[in-house]
């Protein structure tokens, strides 16, 4: 009976820990605000600097914070492709032609954050796959952290 019982807990405990290593959407608002936070403090140039070295603060797994000026729409920093940095991506849609980085402009402009789905690629599985972005708008650029759905 011993042993039953503390591998039922053992095995919740690894369930547990499995099911909590995926960021969700606390995790993702949070980082937002930290960028926010850092980018107030230290301004944009320091902000990019952070992001482009994929500090930790702002990449976490498949969890990271880029940034894009507001009124291009340009990427300015981003951790994971760095190739898409300097581009205008804005009318380019995702696999199922969503041009969701205009719905992140659009939205950053009239409410100042929220939410955004569309599909993209996951630097973890390297699949296509939903994904969720929370946006914050900090002067004239904007925060994304993303999530992918499960």
Do not use: C
């Amino acid at each position: 009976m011993k042993h039953l019982l503390t591998g039922a807990l053992l095995g919740l405990a690894f369930a547990t820990a499995a099911a909590t290593t995926e960021p969700g959407e606390k995790e993702a608002i949070a980082m937002a605000e930290k960028g926010a936070a850092f980018l107030k403090a230290h301004g944009k140039e320091e902000m990019i600097k952070k992001i482009s070295a994929a500090h930790p603060d702002f990449v976490q797994g498949s969890l990271y914070v880029d940034m894009r000026d507001i009124h291009t729409g340009i990427v300015l920093a981003h951790p994971i492709n760095p190739s898409i940095v300097g581009k205008d991506l804005v009318d380019v849609p995702d696999a199922s032609g969503k041009k969701y980085r205009r719905e992140i402009i659009e939205l950053a402009a009239k409410k100042g954050k929220g939410w955004v789905d569309y599909m993209y690629k996951n630097p973890s599985s390297g699949k296509i796959e939903p994904k969720t972005t929370y946006i914050l708008r900090v002067g004239d650029v904007v925060l994304e952290a993303g999530i992918y759905k499960k």
